[in-house]
């Protein structure tokens, strides 16, 4: 009697949205970590060895908002920045749900939002989590005099901020520790470990070089 009742369902009904609708198909990575992980170089690397698109969420995010990460921190607050992370967040998910092939740098804190990280992992999307030790992701930030963030005034926020995160970053899809690793060599173990293919731009992006 059920196989019966089964042929007579409607078939219509199966292009109707499930659980799963919100999973993302294709080939898509996204670096998670704190601030001096190298998320942007390894992404960087990592989308011209696979000839993947390479893109780091806080440039979205001042592209849409017209002003800088740390400008919309000092005029409008942490919160504003957030619901424009956010925003930013869900508009390339909605883009990758086209598929393609994309490499994402995150920020320290977009996975460690409640709301982007349940997003991210309700999307399939694979995260891999760029890990360091506090003491070498200090030394690599103070380094950088390029910008002003906030979490650099004391060490005590920077650990009570990194404290805070790891618990989000470690339940990322694959751990790769970065220390002591050359950009290059980082990235061929990502390739390895997810068994990541290169594909032709011209072909399967309609990307022009």
């Known amino acids: 009697m059920k196989k019966s009742s089964r042929k007579t369902v409607n078939p219509r009904r199966r292009k109707q949205p499930t659980a799963v609708s919100g999973s993302v198909p294709g080939n898509s990575v996204f670096l998670v ?11 960087r690397a990592l989308g011209q060895r696979l000839n993947w698109l390479f893109e780091d969420l806080d ?12 400008e919309i921190f000092a005029d409008s607050g942490e919160s504003e920045f ?13 883009e990758l749900r ?25 999307s399939g999307i694979r995260t ?6 506090l ?11 390029d910008a002003k963030r906030p979490l650099m005034t004391s060490q ?27 950009v290059d060599a ?9 068994k990541l293919k290169e594909i032709a731009l011209r072909t399967e992006q309609g990307e022009v070089e």
């Open 128 to 133: 891999v989590f760029l890990d360091a030790p």
């Open 82 to 94: 957030r619901r424009a992370e956010h925003a930013a967040l869900q508009q390339v998910l909605q």
């Open 156 to 182: 005590n926020k920077f650990r009570e901020a990194h404290r805070a995160r790891l618990p989000y970053y470690q339940k990322a899809s694959r751990r790769i520790d970065t220390l002591g690793k050359q």
């Open 33 to 43: 970590g704190f601030m001096g992980a190298g998320k942007s170089s390894v992404g």
């Open 186 to 194: 980082i990235t061929a173990e990502i390739v390895q470990t997810l």
């Open 59 to 70: 440039d979205r995010i001042e592209a849409r908002e017209g002003r800088k990460v740390a």
């Open 135 to 145: 003491d070498e992701l200090w030394r690599r930030c103070a380094e950088q005099s």
């Open 98 to 122: 086209g598929g393609g092939a994309r490499i994402v740098a995150l920020g320290g804190g977009t996975f460690a939002q409640e709301q982007n990280h349940k997003a991210i992992q309700a």
